[in-house]
């Protein structure tokens, strides 16, 4: 996990793509898109099985790792509507027993519009943005506002490297900007956009289990970048 001051306080980065608050033992994820490989699916799109359910894994292990207590989604936790589906559900609910513990809060994203909110079930507290927590105003939209320092996703950020034999790489990354900070999509079946960070911008790649700081404008450099375990959809 790297660790980086933003906002007079620190936040962690986490290869997963999700972010920690220690102050407020609180873990940001952004754009789980739980339940799109189904729905796409439905459609007669080929794409991979099981995505929600790495998701999810995922999920557990960064809450192992940070020992977190709560779980922030940035919008876009499901997919779709289709996403309600019972295989989607059940995975959902499966982990939801093996993490009764956890306070889930859902800060609504532009899918979650169209999705719906997760069952009660599942005890998720759905809201709009934004959240407000210590400095930070925790959003899905990427936007200022004047509540805090954004953190948010929607953007699916990921930054374009060179490496030394001149091969080229996308990694997801975290944006951090002068008001508002990114998180790359947490989701194992997501789509990139590459970003074009300011000068004063800070980014952050993911690099298989690396969280590694690209210096400068991301694309003038030459960066020796390990290969991604889990490689996401480009």
């Known amino acids: 996990m790297q660790s980086v001051a933003l906002a007079g306080t620190s936040l962690g980065l986490l290869p997963s793509g999700a972010a920690f608050l220690p102050d407020g033992q609180m873990l940001l994820v952004a754009d789980a898109h739980l339940g799109k490989a189904h729905s796409f699916r439905r459609l007669g799109v080929p794409v991979p099985e099981a995505t929600t359910g790495d998701t999810l894994e995922s999920l557990s292990a960064d809450l192992a790792l940070t020992g977190a207590r709560q779980v922030v989604f940035l919008g876009d936790f499901l997919h779709a ?8 559900m059940q995975a959902l609910a499966d982990w939801r027993e093996r993490h009764a513990a956890i306070g889930l809060t859902l800060v609504r994203g532009n899918h979650d519009a169209r999705a719906g909110d997760p069952p009660a079930s599942c005890r998720i507290e759905a809201i709009d943005e934004p959240l407000c927590v210590g400095p930070f105003a925790l959003c ?4 200022p506002r004047p509540e805090g320092y954004v953190l948010a996703g929607h953007w699916h950020p990921c930054v374009p490297l060179r490496g030394r034999a001149h091969e080229r790489l996308r990694l997801p990354c975290f944006w951090l900007g002068a008001r508002v900070g990114i998180l790359p999509a947490y989701g194992q079946f997501t789509g990139m956009h590459p970003i074009e960070p300011q000068s004063q911008d800070r980014v952050f790649a993911i690099a298989g289990d690396m969280v590694r700081e690209v210096p400068g404008p991301a694309t003038q450099f030459h960066v020796p970048v390990p290969t991604r375990k889990k490689a996401r959809q480009p």
């Open 140 to 143: 899905h939209h990427p936007h």
């Open 81 to 88: 509507a289709a996403a309600q589906a019972p295989v989607v």
